[in-house]
């Protein structure tokens, strides 16, 4: 027990010994912990206890406590750590050998060799290289090239001599030694030139080198070669007084017929820029409102059809001009022509305003002359009434030429077809009538028109053939009357009543007004036959005139007074009457077809016959057939629909339609259909003299009473609107 | 020479001096000496491993200034 106390107390000096130089120590690895043992203070106490306790066990174990520096113990980031020396002790005590301080420094010089131990054997890894090394030795290198170079530059630029650098020969002596050796040179060079000369003349060789030089100075292309080039540039192009190098254009090697022509090619290329910078402005082709064009002088552009293609088509047009030739005067005339057009076709404005005037409602003289008067429709008048033989062989022949051309009217071919009377027959025994025959001849047509007007409508059917015979058996010849022919094509006339040939019934009856009015009709019947109508452009074309109706919402009301059927018409339009009436076959008109013997019990004769048959089918005919002569049954479809309704052919489509399809119409359909249903039945029943309300009628009574021809309407300003409603009433 | 620490994250932290060759029970021993606890009772563990008394430190790696981690068994 007493060497454990002993041994504690020892422990304790140690500690405490520590504890001065621990410190030292112990800052290396933590930061100073003064605040925190406050902290631990309870805590270490404890421990004290702990450790006191702990002596007691410690006796008969090998344990060796070794209690370091209390102070850093016990908190979590203090490490406990004994020294080497103590730690020393302590493995000595343990058995172990001592901690090798050396050693360790040892190993870590082994690892500087860059040498290692492996499986395989020993080997030296290279070093990784040094990058600030690397880069520092750059840069002494870079420094030491630069201090190069400069030496050099240094070395050359000073064996050049500056302007303000005196020069070697400062002194006067030396320059003018130098200026005598020059002089002397030169004249040592005439005198030798001289020599040479004399020896020439001496042989004659000067004549024979000027004749040359003159020859080659005639060879040499000159300015008299180039006249009468061509230069593809305008003349205002060149500025003066300056050189501007020409070039033979290129040119197709086969094509030797061109001329040669000059061209720069700066000058070219300026151009091309030029013309591409128009094509990009160029606007649409088609210039609606034809505003005149204007060139880059203001001059008005001559305008060609379709002047877009000119250049396609002309090849371009490039200015020109040849060498030699001066055109200067040319030029100067054309800039005055230009000047002059642009003059012309300048609109001059004055800024002069005509006076202000009342305007009249009426013309004055001078307006009523140039107001047009309509003319009247001057009537070629045709002295023959009636178609001659003359203008019908014209005709023939015409019709001829026209048969050639296969233009001629259908119309006419039947009218001479419709004819009895061949065709051959017209030029040999036709009978040339005499105008002085005319009125006779009128007059008996006139007749024979009155006479057949009595049986007109079967004339009508049958006029030719009759005509022709009566003709015929007048006088052995043919008559070819105007009227007669116009009768007998008047059924294929479409332009009925169109230009006045309605009063053509009225002229039948009235012969002195048929006098008159015959050469129109032949007019008309003229241009009939003839297939085209010419048209007088002086006559103002007189159309058939249709008065302007004033179109009403509802259709207009028939006049009854005109007749039963006006009458008719308005009483359907009111509803008085049924329309499905008029369309149901009336018994009336139908009577004739009905059936004489027809009765109700016929149908079921016509069932009985039936089942009849169907006996037969198994037994064979009973009695022989017998044909119904005078079934004649009056058939009546009609549709009906669920509510009683009688359909039109329309709605029994539908209705049926519905049926097929197994799907009615919609909601809305169905109401609407009733809806129109409704108002019909209410058009029906409401008044045609009065409004639905009566108004009318309260209003005539209130007239009555009040016995005055208007009405008060009682309002807030009764007295104004009195006034005013009496106003209008009257 | 190298100095491991040893934290049982409960309130005790030693820093070890000892050799690389020396076992890992040798460590134990000296902690032991250090914490008062029996080195029999030490676990050293580093993660998931434990380490064998009869190992060297060197075998195991365990270089100067590493953490390992102390249990109690």
């Known amino acids: ?730 | 020479m190298i100095e491991i620490t040893c934290n049982d994250r409960l309130g005790k932290k030693v820093r070890v001096k000892c050799n690389p060759d020396d076992t890992v029970g040798d460590l134990k021993k000296l902690i032991a000496a250090q914490t008062g606890t029996k080195w029999d009772k030490i676990v050293l563990k580093k993660w998931y491993t434990t380490f064998k008394d009869h190992i060297q430190l060197q075998d195991y790696e365990i270089h100067d200034g590493m953490n390992l981690e102390l249990y109690y068994q």
């Open chain 1, 1 to 730: 027990m007493g060497s454990s106390s002993k041994k504690y107390k020892e422990k304790e000096k140690e500690s405490r010994k520590r504890r001065h130089h621990s410190p030292g120590y112990t800052d290396e690895h933590e930061p100073p912990k003064e605040k925190r043992h406050r902290h631990k203070r309870h805590h270490r106490d404890k421990k004290r206890d702990a450790r006191a306790k702990h002596d007691y066990d410690s006796d008969g174990s090998d344990v060796i406590e070794v209690i370091p520096d209390d102070e850093p113990s016990g908190s979590g980031q203090n490490a406990e750590s004994l020294s080497i020396e103590e730690t020393n002790k302590l493995r000595a005590k343990l058995g172990l050998k001592p901690l090798d301080v050396s050693s360790g420094d040892k190993s870590e010089k082994k690892r500087d060799d860059g040498k290692k131990k492996d499986d395989w054997g020993e080997f030296y890894h290279k070093p990784a290289e040094n990058w600030a090394d690397k880069h520092e030795r750059e840069k002494l290198k870079g420094k030491l090239t630069t201090i190069r170079e400069k030496r050099q530059l240094e070395n050359k630029l000073g064996k050049v001599k500056l302007l303000g650098d005196s020069d070697s020969d400062d002194n006067v002596e030396s320059w003018v030694d130098k200026n005598r050796k020059i002089e002397l040179a030169k004249k040592e060079a005439e005198k030798r030139a001289k020599m040479l000369e004399e020896l020439d003349e001496q042989f004659g060789v000067s004549e024979f080198v000027e004749n040359e030089k003159k020859e080659k100075r005639k060879q040499r292309y000159t300015e008299r070669n180039l006249k009468g080039l061509r230069v593809e540039h305008d003349v205002d192009s060149f500025a003066e007084e300056r050189d501007v190098i020409l070039t033979l254009q290129d040119k197709g090697v086969l094509d030797e017929d061109k001329e040669d022509v000059l061209v720069n090619v700066n000058m070219v290329e300026d151009e091309r820029y030029k013309k591409n910078v128009i094509n990009k402005k160029k606007k649409i082709l088609y210039n609606a409102y034809e505003d005149q064009e204007y060139d880059e002088f203001g001059n008005p552009k001559e305008k060609s059809l379709l002047a877009q293609y000119d250049e396609t088509i002309d090849g371009e047009k490039r200015e020109s001009f040849k060498i030699g030739y001066d055109n200067a005067v040319e030029r100067k005339q054309a800039i005055v022509q230009s000047i002059k057009e642009k003059l012309a076709k300048k609109r001059i404005e004055s800024i002069e305003t005509k006076d202000l005037k009342l305007a009249s409602e009426y013309y004055n003289d001078e307006e009523l002359s140039k107001f047009k008067k309509p003319k009247k429709k001057v009537r070629k008048i045709r002295t023959k009434g009636k178609l001659t033989a003359d203008e019908l062989e014209q005709q023939i022949n015409n019709k001829g030429i026209e048969e050639v051309g296969s233009r001629r009217p259908k119309k006419e071919l039947e009218d001479l077809t419709i004819d009895d009377i061949p065709e051959m027959e017209y030029p040999t025994d036709v009978k040339l009538e005499d105008e002085k025959d005319d009125l006779l001849e009128k007059a008996l047509h006139k007749t024979r028109k009155i006479k057949q007007k009595e049986n007109l409508v079967a004339e009508i059917v049958k006029s030719t053939p009759v005509k022709s015979e009566s003709e015929e058996n007048l006088e052995g010849s043919i008559v070819l009357n105007a009227t007669a022919e116009f009768c007998r094509t008047l059924g294929d006339i479409p332009t009925y009543g169109k230009s006045g040939n309605r009063e053509e019934t009225e002229d039948l009856i009235d012969f002195e007004r048929d006098l008159k009015d015959e050469p129109e009709m032949d007019e008309v019947e003229q241009e009939e036959k003839t297939g085209w109508n010419s048209v007088d452009p002086n006559e103002p074309h007189e159309s058939p005139q249709i008065a302007p109706q004033e179109v009403q919402i509802l259709d207009e009301e028939p006049d009854v007074s005109t007749g039963l059927g006006a009458a008719l018409k308005l009483a359907m339009s009111k509803g008085y009457l049924d329309k499905e009436q008029n369309k149901r076959p009336s018994n009336s008109r139908l009577a004739h077809l009905q059936a004489k013997h027809y009765s109700i019990e016929d149908k079921t004769y016509g069932d009985e016959g039936d089942r009849a048959n169907r006996r037969e089918r198994y037994t064979g005919p009973i009695m022989e057939f017998k044909e119904k002569d005078g079934f004649k049954p009056n058939v009546k479809l009609e549709y009906i629909d669920d509510d009683g309704h009688v359909l039109n052919s329309k709605e029994a489509f539908r209705y049926l339609s519905h049926k097929f399809h197994g799907k009615g119409p919609g909601k809305n359909k169905i109401e609407k259909r009733i809806k129109k249903g409704v108002q019909e039945q209410l058009m029906k029943k409401m008044s045609s003299t009065d409004t639905p309300l009566g108004t009318l009628n309260m209003l005539q009574a209130k007239q009555k009473e009040t016995q005055s021809p208007y009405v008060v309407l009682s309002g807030n300003k009764q007295s104004q609107q009195t006034a005013v409603i009496s106003k209008s009433r009257r």
